[in-house]
């Protein structure tokens, strides 16, 4: 039985919807990319955000993908592993910028979750 396809509800160039995250991960880069990406997926998935950090900054596009699989992965959003690191490699600020759009929509829509 085929699952349904859960779409991204923020799309990947969507940042004038968000201008200030935008601004943090451009101005304070690279470093400031790593850490609203961990803080992201931590509110996520409610795991400590030092792991996705460091996963981040050590694995660079790598690890990035692994925490982007995160924010799929809580929100049943279709993808594959391979897709999320190419999408960091070329457009990673864009990516998290992305990611935390969705993550703040979602948990603003679904506080109980």
């Given at each position: 039985?085929?699952?349904?396809?859960?779409?991204?509800?923020?799309?990947?160039?969507?940042?004038?919807?968000?201008?200030?995250?935008?601004?943090?991960?451009?101005?304070?880069?690279?470093?400031?990319?790593?850490?609203?990406?961990?803080?992201?997926?931590?509110?996520?998935?409610?795991?400590?955000?030092?792991?996705?950090?460091?996963?981040?900054?050590?694995?660079?596009?790598?690890?990035?993908?692994?925490?982007?699989?995160?924010?799929?992965?809580?929100?049943?959003?279709?993808?594959?592993?391979?897709?999320?690191?190419?999408?960091?490699?070329?457009?990673?600020?864009?990516?998290?910028?992305?990611?935390?759009?969705?993550?703040?929509?979602?948990?603003?829509?679904?506080?109980?979750r």
């Open positions: 039985m085929p699952r349904n396809v859960i779409r991204w509800e923020q799309p990947l160039c969507g940042c004038f919807s968000d201008v200030s995250s935008c601004m943090i991960v451009c101005l304070i880069c690279p470093g400031g990319s790593c850490i609203y990406q961990a803080l992201t997926v931590s509110k996520a998935t409610g795991d400590s955000c030092y792991h996705a950090f460091c996963c981040s900054v050590l694995a660079c596009c790598i690890g990035a993908a692994i925490n982007r699989k995160k924010v799929r992965d809580r929100y049943l959003i279709d993808g594959s592993c391979v897709g999320d690191c190419i999408t960091h490699l070329f457009c990673g600020p864009l990516a998290v910028c992305q990611e935390h759009r969705e993550v703040y929509s979602r948990e603003s829509m679904y506080p109980w």
